[in-house]
């Protein structure tokens, strides 16, 4: 992979120094491309990172392993892993109904075309998960945008998550065009492009584009710098018809921009695709609720539950059989948890709103608010049918009271009547809660020690494994130690509520180690009752050995030998083609 000369410079340069090289490179490209328009149209994005963290990871990785992984990132993964609800359907039954959906819309048509498979679907073929169906896409294609420098195409600029979400399958939908060519009418063939960030004047990257945007094809004399013309090189995902006149994208609040008929990656859409039957999930997401191995009957808890995927994974592995907590700090989240509980039609999953940081609650602080779990009290989980406004109103002095007692220290004759009736009914409906569907989740003040057999943390975290990335210079070696700082206080916190001879597993969606190898070692080393245990199945790769110093003098430690081959870290480059992952499996021995 050709690596950004912006980022091939020694670590401790500063990002001064990248910006001008930036620039130097933008007129490098224009000129270029005005020999060569050919190598504009294309789909080549190079992956740009903080020259410290590239630094990093060319330690972790070396540099050539790297630089692959940089290169897999900014494509998606060429199949779609679909997860069968097997509490109401089989595989085979489901295969049998995408193939009729395919076979019946476009996008499927051009599946079957795009290299001569007799279909585009098959069943995993790792023991175990047999319920797994692969759909299988295709690219990167090349695509004839008819361009040329006398008559470039007219373009649609969109944002770089909207691209993201394209090359995924995803159509062009209103909120993620930012920016058009003049004269577009509805029915126009149009170039679908990627407005990237770019770094500014005092070391931050944005897009400093206004929506609504007029882009140029062709740089002219009085302008030959104009703004997103360069940086529009390589980041073509496709061709379209809009649907909406130019005018029409920038007026109304949602609705699809481009049918996005010709791309570079095909991937089909499973948007209410078989909902309830199906579940759309990346692979070593699957393999992680494999590796927790729940049985009938247990009590698990999944500490940040949403949107709910592994959750329900669980729970069809233990046959709807059991109790799975599953917990999020975010109410509209933990609706969501919900909403897909009930699509699946599964009964064992309770949800609650807990902060993972708090999910602990030490028994000096139990109350008569815990209720009873399978006859056992586990701590305060609240079904959300069961708290009223009412009963939240009557439980002492309101959210709202707490609010106006912080703002306004100085007494309550600065907050308005409209103010307050304001924060009663926030209150009422809950922080954030306006933006739900309804419903109600349930609040958890944690779970005493040694609560559960097994446990979840898929922990949040940088997100450096998600597959297509296009942009990745927000992140500092900074700021992947403290990713790595704010999970082992999550781990903390789930390494008490794991019984003794329990399960703990650990999980991220991240290729920084920092985050993975070192946050295990620090649960070994403070744990001596943790031990690291076999995953089945077992198809990822090896974990990192070693330790990595850093030019300030911070040593972080990684595996010791041994111990690789009991985690499974997903290269994103790997043939497994998926994205970044981790996981690690725990054993809980006495805890005295």
């Not at 990002?15 to 328009?37: C, D, G, V």
């Not at 679909?82 to 995408?98: F, G, P």
């Not at 494999?290 to 592995?317: F, N, S, V, Y």
């Not at 446990?455 to 597959?467: E, F, I, K």
Request: proline share 6%; glycine share 8%; charged share 20%.
């Amino acid at each position: 992979m050709k690596k950004a000369r912006v980022l091939l410079k020694p670590s401790l340069l500063h990002r001064a120094t990248t910006i001008s090289s930036s620039a130097s490179q933008s007129r490098s490209l224009s000129r270029q491309m005005e020999t060569n328009p050919s190598s504009r149209y294309c789909y080549d994005p190079v992956l740009r990172w903080d020259p410290q963290v590239e630094d990093y990871f060319n330690k972790a990785y070396g540099p050539d392993h790297f630089a692959q992984i940089s290169k897999a990132l900014t494509r998606p993964s060429s199949y779609s892993c679909i997860r069968v609800n097997t509490v109401k359907t089989t595989s085979d039954a489901v295969i049998e109904k995408l193939t009729k959906i395919l076979n019946e819309s476009d996008d499927g048509l051009k599946l079957l075309q795009s290299d001569g498979r007799s279909s585009p679907i098959s069943k995993c073929q790792i023991p175990g998960l047999e319920y797994v169906v692969f759909v299988h896409g295709s690219g990167p294609h090349r695509i004839e945008y008819g361009s040329g420098l006398e008559s470039p195409p007219k373009e649609v600029l969109v944002s770089r998550k909207c691209a993201e979400a394209v090359l995924r399958g995803a159509q062009v939908y209103v909120p993620g065009v930012l920016a058009c060519t003049a004269h577009v009418e509805k029915g126009d063939a149009v170039a679908v492009c990627v407005a990237m960030e770019q770094p500014g004047d005092e070391g931050d990257w944005s897009v400093n584009m206004t929506r609504g945007t007029t882009l140029q094809g062709l740089p002219s004399g009085k302008n030959p710098n104009h703004p997103f013309y360069c940086e529009r090189s390589g980041l073509y995902i496709g061709m379209g018809t809009t649907m909406l006149s130019r005018a029409g994208m920038f007026r109304v609040p949602h609705g699809i921009a481009v049918d996005l008929s010709n791309r570079v990656f095909r991937l089909p859409s499973f948007h209410n695709v078989l909902e309830g039957e199906i579940f759309l999930q990346n692979l070593p997401s699957i393999v992680a609720a494999h590796a927790l191995d729940p049985q009938k009957g247990e009590r698990i808890l999944d500490m940040c539950a949403a949107p709910g995927g592994k959750t329900t994974a669980i729970a069809i592995l233990m046959n709807d059989e059991g109790v799975i907590v599953a917990a999020d700090r975010s109410h509209n989240k933990v609706l969501d948890v919900q909403k897909l509980s009930a699509e699946m039609g599964l009964s064992c999953i309770t949800t609650c709103k807990l902060d993972a940081l708090k999910s602990v609650r030490l028994p000096n602080a139990l109350s008569d608010s815990t209720t009873l779990v399978n006859g056992d009290n586990i701590g305060s989980v609240t079904n959300h049918s069961e708290l009223s406004s009412n009963e939240e109103m009557a439980s002492g002095r309101s959210e709202a009271e707490e609010n106006a007692s912080t703002e306004h220290p100085s007494g309550g004759d600065n907050v308005s009547q409209a103010e307050i009736r304001n924060n009663k009914g926030r209150l009422k409906n809950g922080r954030g809660r306006t933006q739900s569907q309804g419903g109600r989740a349930g609040k958890s003040q944690g779970f005493p020690p040694n609560s559960f057999d097994r446990v979840l943390l898929d922990a949040p975290c940088s997100a450096l494994g998600l597959r297509p990335r296009l942009f990745a210079g927000l992140e500092t070696v900074i700021s992947l130690r403290n990713h790595g700082r704010y999970q082992r206080k999550m781990l903390d916190q789930a390494v008490q509520l794991v019984r003794v001879g329990g399960i703990l597993v650990y999980s991220t969606c991240t290729i920084n180690p920092s985050e993975n190898e070192a946050v295990v070692r620090y649960a070994l080393d403070k744990y001596k009752f943790l031990s690291l245990a076999p995953q089945h199945p077992r198809i990822g790769g090896p974990g990192l050995v070693g330790r990595c110093e850093f030019p300030d003098g911070y040593v972080e430690e990684w595996l010791k030998p041994g111990e690789e081959e009991m985690v499974q870290k997903f290269d994103p480059s790997s043939e497994l083609d998926t994205i970044g992952f981790f996981i690690a499996k725990f054993s809980v021995g006495p805890k005295d």
